[in-house]
């Protein structure tokens, strides 16, 4: 009696639906998890046939766990659908095992039942977390791929394979040293060999081999995974098809070396011409191919630039190389290596030249006690702003008349760069001064009107 009574407890006690019924499928006991779960009392079950759970699209299981159950099989744990009473249908895990009498013949049969519904809904959610990833990671431009903290890649995406043509599998840990290039290789595996035991962000540029053996050149990049205490879990990495950038690239090199080399000769024939016109004042010839001399220098930088930003110390640095080297140790540079566009560059650096060739002739740079302090800074204000300030040089003598030297230093730049240009000719030392707008300094799109 003792055994009942603890058997009795249990079935009461249970989380999961503990059900009996005959083999005609009528429900013979119903414990209480049973109406928590399919929200049937006792009452209403006990007596009606356990076919009133089963959706009709499933009424074919109840026939076959009902012929497995009269053989004396056990029907092992299966995953199914049952309705509760108010037709929501339901996950539930069932169990159902024979019930047989002192004779030992099969009368009837018991059935678990556990409502898996919330893990069915995480398992639909993580499938569907899987499928959404799978179509991001398979269908983007790039090749991908995630690998250990060691650095050895554990997965790649389809765009890998689709490429490369190797099987599945196959290029897994570091085997991906089978599509690098030769003379690659070892430079590639070394450099990402230390980003790994760094713990850096990686990235490298090299060739890899397609399915068809053509060579083609990625930027591939790779950022480790941290844990929440700073551990490494995993490395993501990319390779990003960089070929045809890298081609016109070089062909945009070549274009502007040759522009280079023809605006030059288109320079010198101008000097040439220059020379027949005005032989008979070579002060004048002095002075316009000083200006073609800066024009150039301009232009070599900007070409070995790309024709992209121009760092304003490089640009003060061309400018000065004209003077010799005992000049040079007079003039005072400061600034920070800031970014100037192709047009702010040209402006500036024009400037900077009629200055400096200003400052040998009459200036602070004609006498060896002569000092020049060039500067620049961004301000708190937005501000980009170029300072010449000339000192210990002879008594300053304002102009009585300007001349295209002050096109060149005050005009050109106040409109090409809507700037704010003072020229103080005092008497202790020359000072010239520019400031505007950072963005206008910097912006490659710049329109400003040209000299």
Not at 183 to 193: E, K, M
Request: hydrophobic fraction near 40%; glycine fraction near 8%; charged fraction near 25%.
């Amino acid at each position: 009696m003792l055994a009942e009574a603890h058997l009795s407890a249990i079935i009461q006690s249970s989380d999961d639906a503990i059900i009996s019924k005959d083999l005609s499928g009528t429900v013979l006991s119903w414990n209480p998890a049973a109406t928590r779960i399919f929200g049937f009392t006792e009452a209403e079950m006990v007596g009606q046939n356990i076919r009133r759970l089963i959706p009709v699209d499933r009424l074919a299981e109840e026939d076959d766990i009902i012929g497995r159950i009269a053989r004396g099989e056990r029907v092992k744990s299966f995953d199914t659908l049952r309705c509760r009473k108010d037709g929501v249908q339901i996950a539930v895990s069932i169990t159902v095992s024979p019930i047989a009498d002192k004779s030992g013949k099969i009368v009837g049969a018991s059935k678990i039942a556990r409502d898996i519904t919330a893990r069915e809904q995480a398992q639909r959610a993580l499938r569907e977390s899987e499928m959404r990833f799978r179509m991001l990671a398979d269908n983007i431009s790039q090749l991908a791929w995630v690998a250990d903290s060691t650095g050895a890649i554990w997965w790649y995406n389809q765009r890998w394979y689709d490429y490369t043509g190797v099987p599945e599998g196959s290029t897994d840990g570091w085997g991906w040293d089978k599509v690098h290039h030769p003379d690659h290789v070892t430079r590639v595996r070394d450099h990402f060999a230390a980003s790994i035991a760094a713990g850096s962000e990686w990235d490298d540029t090299f060739p890899l081999r397609r399915h068809d053996g053509e060579w083609r050149w990625f930027l591939s990049r790779a950022k480790p995974i941290r844990d929440d205490g700073g551990e490494i879990l995993y490395w993501f990495g990319t390779n990003t098809d960089v070929t045809d950038m890298l081609e016109k690239e070089e062909q945009i090199r070549v274009l502007l070396m040759e522009v280079n080399h023809r605006s030059k000769n288109m320079l010198s024939v101008v000097q040439a011409l220059a020379r027949r016109s005005g032989g008979c004042d070579p002060d004048f010839l002095r002075r316009f191919e000083s200006r073609l001399a800066s024009l150039s220098a301009n232009q070599d930088l900007l070409i070995r630039r790309g024709w992209s930003r121009i760092m304003m110390d490089e640009l003060a640095a061309a400018q000065l190389a004209i003077l010799g080297q005992d000049s040079r140790t007079q003039v005072i540079t400061r600034g920070a290596s800031v970014p100037l566009s192709p047009r702010a560059a040209e402006v500036i650096g024009m400037a900077l030249h009629e200055l400096t060739t200003n400052a040998i002739k009459y200036g602070a740079l004609s006498v060896p006690g002569g000092q020049v302090v060039l500067s620049w800074d961004e301000t708190d204000d937005g501000q980009f702003v170029v300072d010449w300030q000339e000192c210990h040089g002879p008594v300053v003598i304002s102009p009585d008349s300007n001349g295209f030297g002050t096109t060149l230093i005050r005009h050109i730049p106040a409109r090409s760069l809507q700037a704010d240009v003072t020229l103080d000719f005092a008497a202790a030392g020359l000072r010239w001064r520019l400031a505007c707008a950072i963005e206008t300094a910097k912006a490659l799109a710049s329109e400003g009107a040209r000299p």
